[in-house]
């Protein structure tokens, strides 16, 4: 009946039947029209008038004719009379097929035979089956289908977030591994979460911290055995080589004031050959010093001084050696500076380390030697050592404080080790600037004492 309804509803209407569902509040398709499949309109002539499938309509050529689809070229179930004729003895029209029985709840098409103005005209209603089980069975297996779909998509993004969640952290363990292997122990992993994974990440952090703590006593161990080796050999040096030093030294002096040649000539070169080698023993001696001052522990006598007092001590030892040479050599003072708490004699001997490199590494063709004295921040005070020399280069900078480690033929390499150690044991630091051919720089930072913070504080 609702497809005789939708067919009439055309007949009267200039719209096609699939423009009319189109237009219909009600979807054609249904649960209470859902048998529905087509509605034809056909004439007496077995043209297809209207149609639910569009390309059964009539369509209209180039020449302005009307092309019709006939009744036989639409493919339907078997026909059935759905409603008798006004007159029981009209025969049907040729083009259309006996009426067939068709069960009921099967597919099959009815036709209505129905007078209109234009002439008789025909409804065909084509009904899909009844079948509710089987319709219903199709209905579940499609929402069985979409809801299995559903929860495996949900399933696949739970189960890829907790693969994220762990894998993350283990390749982040896996990379921190690497860089431990590489030597790298100051490397850590996040340890925020509270689960098994969090645990490791600690584990792992404590056990990385314990290692680095571990190459630190390592290194300090390996130091330790260093300095008890040198001192071990600073103390055999001392008591082997001191004493036949010191009697070589007061033979030479013996040697010449009583031995002199009567020649002046003569006199000359023996007083020069003398004066060598209590060079070369002097030299000696001051290498076996360098030995006992970075061997022995430090024992500081620290006292408040002006820092200024003891730059000008260091450099007044080298005038003289530098006005031969044709360098320059200055004092610079930025500032009121607070006093200091140091051992007079090792701060003196930290500047005229530094001030003698500075000479030597200008091989005695002039140049500028400055110690530049200023304030780092109001608790401590900087000094500046620097020379216009030949400079240091890049391969040896960084080696320029190890023990042993000298660029001059004649050197030990503990000159700049026993500044550092002097440095370090008045809680100060050291650094070094240098490029090659372009000059070095030393930068020593001192802590302020006290008191003489005070007494800049009162000012």
Same mark, same amino acid.
């Given at each position: ?58 369509? /209209? #050529?180039? !020449? ?14 078997? @026909?059935? *009379? $759905? ?108 340890? /925020? #979460?509270? !689960? ?14 314990? @290692?680095? *703590? $571990? ?108 006005? /031969? ?135």
């Amino acid at each position: 009946m609702t497809g005789v309804a939708l067919a009439l509803k055309s007949l009267r209407s200039d719209k096609y039947l699939d423009e009319i569902i189109g237009d219909s509040s009600d979807k054609f398709s249904n649960d209470k029209i859902g048998r529905v499949k087509n509605i034809l309109v056909v004439d007496d002539g077995g043209n297809v008038r209207d149609s639910v499938v569009a390309d059964y309509n009539p369509r /209209e #050529r180039e !020449d302005n004719t009307t092309r019709y689809v006939q009744f036989k070229d639409v493919p339907l179930p078997p @026909l059935r *009379r $759905a409603a008798p004729f006004p007159d029981e003895e009209e025969p049907l029209p040729s083009w259309m097929p006996q009426s067939s029985e068709v069960d009921f709840g099967e597919a099959g098409a009815f036709y209505f035979p129905v007078q209109t103005d234009k002439g008789r005209r025909f409804i065909i209603v084509e009904l899909g089956s009844s079948n509710t089980f089987t319709n219903l069975l199709e209905r579940q297996a499609s929402r069985s289908a979409f809801y299995t779909l559903m929860l495996l998509l949900a399933t696949t993004l739970v189960t890829g977030f907790f693969v994220w969640r762990f894998t993350r952290p283990i390749k982040e363990l896996s990379i921190a591994a690497r860089k431990v292997a590489g030597g790298d122990f100051e490397v850590q992993v996040s340890s /925020e #979460r509270t !689960d098994e994974m969090g645990t490791l990440a600690s584990a792992f952090n404590e056990m990385t911290a314990q @290692l680095d *703590r $571990a190459r630190e006593l390592e290194t300090q161990l390996h130091q330790a055995e260093k300095g008890a080796v040198v001192g071990r050999l600073a103390a055999a040096i001392a008591h082997e080589i001191r004493n036949p030093l010191n009697y070589i030294n007061l033979t030479l002096d013996h040697l010449r004031s009583s031995f002199a040649p009567l020649d002046e000539t003569k006199r000359q070169t023996f007083v020069k050959l003398t004066d060598q080698l209590k060079a070369e023993v002097a030299r000696i001696n001051r290498h076996i010093t360098d030995f006992l001052k970075y061997s022995r522990p430090s024992t500081l006598e620290l006292r408040e001084m002006d820092i200024r007092v003891v730059a000008e001590d260091a450099m007044r030892i080298v005038e003289a050696r530098a006005e /031969e040479s044709g360098i320059e050599t200055s004092i610079q003072e930025e500032g009121t500076l607070p006093t200091i708490m140091a051992d007079g004699d090792s701060l003196r001997s930290v500047f005229t380390n530094l001030v003698v490199n500075a000479l030597e590494a200008m091989n005695g063709e002039g140049g500028k030697v400055s110690i530049k004295l200023s304030k780092s921040d109001p608790n401590s005070v900087k000094v500046e050592v620097t020379d216009s020399g030949c400079g240091i280069s890049a391969k040896d900078i960084s080696k320029v404080f190890e023990p042993y480690f000298s660029t001059k033929e004649t050197g030990t390499g503990l000159g700049l080790a026993i500044v550092k150690k002097a440095i370090d044991d008045h809680s100060g630091t050291i650094s070094v600037a240098s490029k090659e051919g372009s000059g070095t720089t030393f930068t020593i930072i001192l802590p302020a004492s006290e008191k003489g913070e005070t007494m800049k504080s009162e000012g």
